[in-house]
């Protein structure tokens, strides 16, 4: 199974940009669904970007449509997501996931789709 290892995260002040990370090791050959969530205490995880890796096709939840921008580089097996106009309800703590052998189509946003997940990387915003 693929680990998936995020960094990135950390405190910006509103309006700021900060851009996460998401490498992968172990198995990584074939095509996948990667996806950000989030969650902030008390609410549920939220899903944010995902990315097919076989045709490069992106998905974002409104929340975040316009600002944010998820992209791949398969040669470093790595999945980002540049967060520019950050607003303080983005604050959470964002995870990256991997739904092995599966497209994103209609069920991207779906916690249970996905296989593997980081530990997740920190992200504070601040007013």
């Known amino acids: 199974q693929v680990h998936l290892a995020e960094g990135g995260g950390g405190s910006v002040q509103a309006g700021g940009s900060l851009r996460l990370s998401c490498t992968a090791s172990?198995?990584?050959?074939?095509?996948?669904?990667m996806a950000w969530f989030r969650q902030a205490p008390g609410k549920e995880r939220e899903a944010v970007a995902s990315?097919?890796?076989?045709?490069?096709?992106?998905y974002y939840g409104d929340s975040v449509k316009g600002r944010f921008t998820i992209s791949q580089d398969s040669v470093k097996n790595t999945v980002y997501l540049q967060m520019n106009s950050l607003k303080p309800e983005d604050s959470a703590k964002y995870y990256c996931?991997?739904?092995?052998?599966?497209?994103?189509?209609?069920?991207?946003?779906?916690?249970?789709?996905?296989?593997?997940w980081g530990q997740g990387t920190q992200v504070t915003v601040s007013s």
């Open positions: 990315l097919y890796t076989g045709i490069d096709s992106k």
């Open positions: 996931a991997a739904a092995l052998g599966r497209g994103c189509v209609g069920v991207w946003f779906d916690v249970s789709r996905y296989n593997a």
């Open positions: 172990g198995y990584t050959s074939g095509n996948r669904c």
